[in-house]
């Protein structure tokens, strides 16, 4: 799901944390190549983790957005849980992000 402004993104946010369900937002950019290698896999584990909010964030139309995340380098994974931000990968890695999303989806 495509995030494109801090209030889409806390709407979001409030959403999932209603929910009781894990958020990963995950930062990106079109001219990052380790984002265009990882995009698939994001895609993939949205779709094997139904009960998961996958959000997503360009931050070069969402400068708002990685502005208030204090984004330094793409791509960037937060998982969050309750509005709080419980863990992070940063970079392109898979093992990581699979291993952190399978952590965290079954607490």
């Known amino acids: 799901m495509g995030i ?3 209030g889409e ?3 979001k946010l409030n959403a999932a944390s209603r929910a009781s369900r894990l958020a990963v937002l995950y930062f990106t950019a079109t001219w990052c190549g380790p984002c265009r290698v990882i995009s698939p896999l994001f895609t ?3 779709e094997k983790y139904p009960k998961v909010a996958f959000l997503k964030a ?3 139309e969402a400068r708002d957005v990685a502005g208030r995340w204090n984004i330094s ?3 960037t994974f937060f998982f969050i849980r ?3 931000e419980i863990d992070q ?3 392109a890695d898979k093992n ?3 291993r952190k999303l399978q952590q965290h989806a079954a607490a």
């Open 44 to 46: 993939s584990l949205a």
């Open 73 to 75: 380098s793409v791509p």
């Open 89 to 91: 990968v940063v970079g």
């Open 58 to 60: 360009d931050i070069d």
């Open 9 to 11: 993104l806390d709407t």
């Open 82 to 84: 309750k509005g709080k």
């Open 96 to 98: 990581g992000l699979e």
């Open 4 to 6: 494109h402004s801090t």
